[in-house]
């Protein structure tokens, strides 16, 4: 059974290959698709939806602001609407998929940490 760290490893170098031959469009397809089923899994969700309600149900469950949503949604769509992506439409999209991530992270570390004794 692989441990994380190859797993990682291997993922870094799958991440690197896309960029060195510009299939940008491409891995940003895979990098929705899985953020889309990241999103579904992590919040109990049967679908997800382009809509304002949408993202308002997603603000609220997942602590992200209601802009930042929409943004990083807003950037999905381009990249799905595109034929063809730059590197820096990858770049924003990424970017914003690790933010939301984080966000997330750091909001579920919160929520565990432990209360401080006296």
Known sequence: MPTL???????????????QYGDHKD????KIR???DFIRTHFYL????????????????????LQEIEQLFRLIE???R?????EDDLLRLIDAIEQF????????N?????PKSN
């Open 5 to 19: 760290k190859s797993a990682l490893e291997f993922v870094e170098t799958v991440g690197r290959l896309y960029f």
């Open 27 to 30: 891995l940003a397809e895979k």
């Open 34 to 36: 899985h953020f889309l």
């Open 46 to 65: 049967t679908s997800v939806s382009f809509s304002a309600e949408f993202y308002t149900m997603l603000s609220e469950k997942s602590g992200v602001a």
């Open 78 to 80: 381009h990249a799905n």
């Open 82 to 86: 595109s034929s063809a992506l730059s």
């Open 101 to 108: 991530k984080t966000t997330i992270a750091s909001r579920a």
């Open 110 to 114: 919160a929520e565990h940490a432990l």
